[in-house]
């Protein structure tokens, strides 16, 4: 485990040995724009893995190794935000740089931070805590009435086992807050009249030309024939409350941090 951690520190540092080294030739590339440009949960979970990982040789300043100053903004090797996440995933050959196993959100965390925090205010960051999100996704929250984790949950809700997989801490954030927003088209709420009649309402599973699969209001999968039916509508509202007013700001933080955890078997 040791040596795991010194890994993933040392991908970060050869992340930013690279931009040192394009500093030092001097000629710094065009700066981008980044105010706005990320969400700030992805920059608070980026500070959050800097702080697990980097800290130790980069320092808090991000100036604790020599020649390279992560502060500067200028990426010299990588100096667009997919060739950061390359060196970061992929590391780079013949040097201390090694590859790093990271997800989705976890890629997109740690270049937001990098990306802002010669700027950012520390202070200012919410940061959540797992245990206590996990205590408010089974309690306060009430999202196993809908979500599924490891086999325990419902099934009328997209499961939930390996999100972090797939979808941003930025996107996550604005689910609690704005679910209608940030619903995923295939998990859409469809209300359907067959042709004898019958009506379902569920989350809609897969759909192609022919036919669409749901999972309805009692967890049970239904395949239909779409030329057979009466009525076929896809509801734009998201059947996920918003947590805006639910949950205090620490208490999304903290579920969020929670959700960041769940990688799926393995």
């Known amino acids: 485990m040791e040596e795991r951690r010194f890994g993933r520190r040392l991908v970060l540092a050869s992340v930013l040995a690279a931009a040192g080294a394009l500093a030092a030739s001097g000629t710094a590339l065009a700066q981008q724009e980044h105010v706005g440009q990320y969400s700030q949960a992805d920059i608070n979970f980026g500070m959050?893995?800097?702080?697990?990982?980097?800290?130790?040789?980069?320092?808090?300043?991000?100036?604790?190794?020599?020649?390279?100053?992560l502060r500067s903004g200028q990426f010299r090797a990588a100096s667009s935000d997919y060739e950061?996440?390359?060196?970061i995933s992929n590391g780079i050959p013949d040097t201390a740089m090694l590859p790093g196993n990271y997800n989705e959100a976890e890629l997109a965390g740690l270049v937001a931070y990098l990306r802002m925090m010669g700027s950012l205010d520390a202070s200012?960051?919410?940061?959540?805590?797992?245990a206590r999100g996990e205590a408010l996704y089974n309690g306060k929250g009430d999202c196993a009435s809908c979500h599924r984790i490891g086999g325990a949950g419902s099934r009328t809700g997209p499961d939930l086992s390996d999100i972090a997989n797939y979808r941003t801490a930025g996107a996550m954030s604005g689910t609690l807050v704005d679910p209608t927003e940030a619903m995923v088209p295939i998990n859409r709420?469809?209300?359907?009249?067959?042709?004898?009649?019958?009506?379902?309402?569920?989350?809609?599973?897969?759909?192609?030309?022919y036919t669409v699969q749901i999972?309805?209001?009692?967890?049970?999968?239904?395949?239909?024939?779409?030329?057979?039916?009466?009525?076929?509508?896809?509801?734009?509202?998201?059947?996920?409350p918003s947590y805006a007013d639910t949950l205090t700001e620490q208490e999304r933080a903290d579920v969020l941090a929670y959700l960041l955890?769940?990688?799926g078997v393995g």
Request: aromatic share 4%; proline share 1%; with cysteine.
């Open 215 to 240: 999972v309805d209001e009692n967890e049970r999968l239904v395949s239909l024939v779409k030329a057979d039916l009466r009525e076929y509508e896809i509801l734009t509202e998201s059947s996920m």
């Open 48 to 69: 959050s893995l800097y702080g697990d990982n980097c800290v130790s040789c980069h320092g808090p300043g991000g100036d604790g190794v020599d020649g390279v100053n």
């Open 261 to 263: 955890t769940l990688k």
């Open 189 to 209: 709420t469809v209300r359907i009249v067959a042709g004898d009649g019958t009506r379902y309402e569920g989350r809609r599973l897969n759909e192609d030309t």
């Open 124 to 130: 200012d960051a919410t940061i959540g805590d797992a």
């Open 84 to 87: 950061l996440e390359q060196i």
